[in-house]
T-cell receptor, first 116, second 120 residues
Framework: AQSVTQPDIHITVSEGASLELRCNYS??????LFWYVQSPGQGLQLLLK??????LVQGIKGFEAEFKRSQSSFNLRKPSVHWSDAAEYFC??????????????FGTGTQLKVEL | GAVVSQHPSWVICKSGTSVKIECRSL??????MFWYRQFPKQSLMLMAT?????????EQGVEKDKFLINHASLTLSTLTVTSAHPEDSSFYIC????????????????FGPGTRLLVL
């Protein structure tokens, strides 16, 4: 069975600082990986996804993530954080013949706080 | 594109009543939709997979008779919480699978804004 670990429950960074959110996955085959962001009381917005190809994936809002098979990781990064980035971030892994459309397994999330 | 809506966004009901939540894909067709439940400060837990024109597939531990799912069209799935009780209070989120232009590995799930249910 697939699983996702987000080791950091809370992260606080200063506005303008760089950010890296960690995500480790467990899956027996090539994973389909996603990062979603959730603002308080809202649904999830897709930031980026990895299915295959270039292991460095660019997303919306200036985010990027790098797939490292050897480390089973898919860490999310942003060079300069804005106050509006404060939210909950979820990493997810999808599986099956139909990739991300199949069931998603989510990590427990990382709450990002941005200090002004 | 790829917008998913949910209605209502908020619902408060009395214990023992039933509540219906709608999930719509606004600009794409979704043969498959998913229903998740999220407790405060926790991750999303998949409840069931809703397939258009067929019965939903429920995850282990989810009561089929408690959470009725209907996927009558390619753009609408409904979740009905029957005989709701306070322990059913939660944030319910749906997602819809967008097959994309190429289908297959291009599929991605897009999420609705969620429905907060409070059962008194």
């Amino acid at each position: 069975a697939q699983s996702v670990t987000q080791p950091d429950i809370h992260i606080t960074v200063s506005e303008g600082a760089s950010l890296e959110l960690r995500c480790n996955y467990s899956y027996g085959a090539t994973p389909y990986l996603f990062w979603y962001v959730q603002s308080p009381g809202q649904g999830l917005q897709l930031l980026l996804k990895y299915f295959s190809g270039d292991t460095l994936v660019q997303g919306i809002k200036g985010f990027e993530a790098e797939f490292k098979r050897s480390q089973s990781s898919f860490n999310l990064r942003k060079p300069s954080v804005h106050w509006s980035d404060a939210a909950e971030y979820f990493c997810a892994v999808g599986a099956g013949l139909t990739g991300g459309g199949n069931k998603l397994t989510f990590g427990t999330g990382t709450q990002l706080k941005v200090e002004l | 594109g790829a917008v998913v809506s949910q209605h209502p966004s908020w619902v408060i009901c009395k214990s023992g009543t039933s509540v219906k939540i709608e999930c719509r894909s606004l600009d794409f067709q979704a043969t498959t939709m998913f229903w998740y439940r999220q407790f405060p400060k926790q991750s999303l837990m998949l409840m069931a997979t809703s397939n258009e024109g067929s019965k939903a597939t429920y995850e282990q531990g989810v009561e089929k008779d408690k959470f009725l799912i209907n996927h009558a069209s390619l753009t609408l799935s409904t979740l009905t919480v029957t005989s709701a009780h306070p322990e059913d209070s939660s944030f319910y989120i749906c997602s819809a699978r967008d097959l994309g232009l190429a289908g297959g590995w291009q599929e991605t799930q897009y999420f609705g804004p969620g429905t907060r249910l409070l059962v008194l």
